[in-house]
């Protein structure tokens, strides 16, 4: 599952914060929220693909957290715990949206509702033609998840962006293994039809 | 369309979850079958794309006020569990600044304060009111109860309280009714007269505000 992030020696660990915050403490928990939020937010963001959804439904997530910490039993690490709760409400969220018809997920979509420049946590310095090129690239991949089914949006972000093990995804979805590896083809090779002009070229 | 072991392979390859034989083998598929080996290259290139252009951490936008719109609303949520419960749960939220070490002694005498509101009768049509459970923000006191229907006076009892100092003067006073601002998170309470005896609130930064002071 999700690993916590790294803690400073001298930094309050996650068990103190969540133990205080069970204990009422909000200034704790605000701690939490601090500390998770951009992995929070990254995750509700890549499966909505809107910046002021992805906000709402990540500061959801913390609020879920809170009410439910009174059930949090240490037996797992507090950021898988909270990876859950902020799983299960963006896709409850997508399904909703899916149902209510408000949004096409097919590959004729082509519309992309994410803000452009959106702040990222940089992989390093690129010179300026090497980075717009790359930032063009990433616009243009996340438009072609934008047009994928809820399904295949979750497997792609599960698997891509947190690094689950097909095992992992099953259990959080909850699905068979066979389905995790069917979704993640389908997924990748519907990504690949639209970015096939980018694919083609570099190989 | 693929077969779904073709599919699984492919998709396993990348992901290096194969052992070695499985990969030994699936590779030495790739090298007799240009085909497959071009579908597999390039959905490994797309795979390995997606991972660098998809960051785990992204910066919240207004991140600031992201946090302060979660304790607003977790305030919120405690002030109408309040409300809903008759006011006698769900007061951790709120007080939650009542554990801080130095703020105990005051604490518990808020939390007697606090108990002996909940006692009174919230209006005359009211006057089964019942305490259904407590919260001390010192883990150490444990607070009970015990009403005489007889004397119709209850008694409060915090077992595990520090002595209290001569200069707190809270024995005494009286509650009759209480006021809550839900805008400012705060709660007045009145004597008899209809004088304010005890306000409790937080500023901005979390930190207690009790007028007046003991």
Redesign the interface.
């Known amino acids: 599952m999700p690993a916590a992030a790294s803690t400073d020696p001298g930094e309050v660990s996650d068990l103190d914060l969540v133990k205080r915050s069970q204990a009422g403490d909000t200034r704790a928990f605000d701690v939490l929220v601090t500390r998770y939020r951009g992995r929070i937010y990254a995750m509700t963001y890549h499966l909505i693909q809107n910046e002021t959804e992805a906000w709402d439904l990540a500061q959801e997530a913390f609020i879920k957290a809170w009410r439910a910490l009174p059930t949090f039993k240490h037996d797992a690490g507090f950021y898988t715990w909270l990876y859950r709760i902020a799983h299960n409400v963006s896709y409850d969220w997508l399904r909703k949206k899916k149902i209510q018809g408000d949004g096409e997920f097919d590959d004729e979509r082509v519309e992309h509702r994410i803000a452009v420049g959106a702040e990222a946590t940089p992989h390093g310095d690129l010179a300026p033609d090497a980075a717009m090129r790359n930032a063009e690239l990433g616009q243009r991949i996340q438009a072609a998840i934008a047009t994928l089914s809820p399904e295949h949006r979750q497997v792609i972000v599960l698997r891509e962006v947190e690094g689950l093990a097909y095992e992992e995804i099953a259990a959080l979805i909850p699905c068979s293994l066979g389905t995790v590896m069917s979704r993640l083809f389908y997924a990748r090779k519907k990504l690949q039809e639209q970015l096939h002009d980018v694919y083609e070229t570099s190989l | 369309m ?1 077969h ?1 072991s073709e ?2 392979d ?3 390859w ?2 290096g ?1 194969m052992n070695e034989t499985e990969r030994t083998t699936f590779e030495e598929r790739l090298k007799l079958d240009p085909a497959l080996a ?1 579908e597999a ?3 490994r ?3 390995a ?15 600031d006020y ?2 302060t ?3 607003v ?3 919120q ?1 405690a002030l109408d569990d309040a409300r809903s419960k008759q006011a006698a749960t769900s007061w ?2 709120m ?3 009542l ?1 801080q070490p130095w703020f105990a002694l005051v604490g518990a005498a808020a939390l007697a304060v606090l108990g002996f509101f909940l006692l009174q009768p919230a209006s005359a049509d009211d006057s089964e009111s019942m305490i259904l459970s407590s ?1 001390t ?1 010192n ?1 150490r006191v444990q607070a009970r109860t015990y009403h005489d229907h007889d004397a119709d006076a209850t008694v409060l009892m915090l077992d595990g309280l520090d002595a209290m100092p001569a200069d707190k003067h809270i024995s005494g006073v009286n509650i009759q009714r209480s006021e809550m601002e839900p805008e400012l998170a705060s709660t007045t309470m009145y004597d008899e007269k209809g004088a304010a005896v005890f306000m409790i609130s937080h500023d901005s930064l ?1 930190n207690p505000l009790i007028s007046p002071e003991g």
Not at chain 2, 49 to 63: G, K
């Open positions: 693929k779904p599919e699984q492919i998709i396993r990348i992901d979850e071009s290259q390039k959905m290139a797309l795979s794309s997606l991972r660098s252009h998809l960051p785990a951490e992204i910066r919240v936008p207004h991140a992201f946090n719109q979660i304790e609303r977790i305030t949520m951790s939220a007080f939650q600044w554990t919260y923000p883990l979390g």
